[in-house]
């Protein structure tokens, strides 16, 4: 099992960045997937998730209206598109899976399978 978490970087606040997450191993379709972050010092926090089928999604308040999560299952790949960036959602971002039905899982417990990070910076 894999996934590769690609996009991150350093970018000013107002900014945008897309993180990509290409999984393979298992059967990519059959998972919920969620994205998490890691600012320094912190816990592993939830930032949002898709259903198996991308048909629901959900969001973190705290990005809610700037982050929207989307995957497509031919290729494997859910992704995070991130708009009007803050300093505050500098963390290192994590892509995982579950197969928690729904897309509703917000737990770290709750997933499987996790990648290794892509570092996001963002500039005041």
């Known amino acids: 099992v894999q996934l590769q978490a690609s996009g991150g970087g350093l970018v000013q606040a107002g900014g945008s960045l897309e993180l990509s997450c290409a999984a393979s191993g298992f059967t990519f379709s059959g998972y919920s997937m969620g994205w998490f972050r890691q600012a320094p010092g912190k816990d592993r926090a939830y930032v949002a998730s898709i259903s198996a089928s991308g048909a629901n999604a959900y969001n973190a308040r705290s990005v809610e209206g700037r982050f929207t999560i989307s995957r497509d299952n031919a290729k494997n790949t859910v992704y995070l598109e991130m708009n009007s960036l803050k300093p505050e959602d500098t963390a290192v971002y994590f892509c995982?899976?579950?197969?928690?039905?729904?897309?509703?899982?917000?737990?770290?417990?709750?997933?499987?399978?996790w990648g290794h990070g892509t570092q996001v910076t963002v500039s005041s």
């Open positions: 995982a899976a579950t197969t928690v039905r729904g897309g509703k899982a917000i737990r770290v417990p709750s997933y499987e399978y």
